[in-house]
């Protein structure tokens, strides 16, 4: 048996056998591990309100040779999402950080991934939704290769800086507008250059900036959908942002 001990992020939880719980959790070290807290649904003095999704804990587990599940044994907080107002866009911005951390792919251990989680998690607050969901997204993709280079048609190779791009939900690049493919959507020069400032800056010095949900809507929207593509789902909690 091999006992750990790192940080980790809550993602979800679910009854297991009488009294258990069975917890997703994103850890720094290991990406995404699940394991049971035994008996936590009837003594709170191990977990308390740590188990709640998206908090930050230092987490105490031990791994049994050929058995997927770990042993959970003491979670410590360190920052929980319940410590601030809730509202449903930043309950919608939440699930949006944890679906996409439960959807990656197997394996998929990255520590930049864990830190920028982190720091999007403290910026998401009631009246600061739109900016960190957009920047989490955007730097999810370019984290996971996933982001396409913006200047250039990848069909012809014209130069696309200062002009529209076109992408497909289903296919890989951008292009110019006579190289777009059926059911492409345009991407404004505007939502170009705020790309360009996202993956210059820092969410929280994006967050000293009024960002209304008319701001960068339509960058968010590539951002979604390249993920979901990606991913090969839709996520549902970027449609219920979609819907305030």
């Known amino acids: 048996m091999i006992q750990r001990q790192g940080e980790a992020i809550v ?102 991934v864990f830190r920028l989680s982190l720091a999007v998690l403290e910026e998401m607050q009631v009246g600061r939704v739109w900016m960190p969901v957009t920047y989490f997204c955007l730097w999810m993709n370019r984290l996971m290769g996933w982001m396409p280079e913006l200047g250039h048609c990848v069909v012809c190779g014209l130069d696309l800086r200062g002009g529209t791009v076109w992408y497909s939900a289903s296919s890989d690049g951008v292009t110019c507008e006579d190289d777009r493919r059926g059911g492409s959507t345009g991407l404004p020069v505007e939502s170009v250059r705020e790309a360009g ?17 008319e701001r960068g809507s339509e960058l968010r929207r590539f951002a979604v959908d390249t993920l979901e593509r990606h991913l090969e789902r839709r996520l549902l909690s970027a449609r219920a942002l979609g819907r305030i």
């Open 11 to 112: 993602l979800r939880t679910w009854p297991f056998l009488e009294a258990d719980l069975l917890v997703s959790l994103f850890t720094r070290d290991q990406g995404r591990v699940k394991g049971v807290a035994r008996h936590a649904l009837r003594s709170r003095r191990r977990f308390g309100g740590a188990l709640e999704p998206m908090t930050h804990v230092r987490a105490t587990y031990a791994e049994r040779p050929r058995q997927e599940l770990v042993r959970l044994d003491a979670f410590e907080i360190l920052s929980s999402p319940l410590s601030q107002p809730i509202d449903y866009a930043r309950t919608a911005g939440l699930e949006l950080v944890t679906e996409v951390l439960e959807e990656l792919p197997e394996g998929a251990v990255d520590d930049a």
């Open 197 to 213: 400032r996202i993956f210059r800056g820092t969410v929280q010095g994006l967050g000293t900036e009024a960002w209304p949900k």
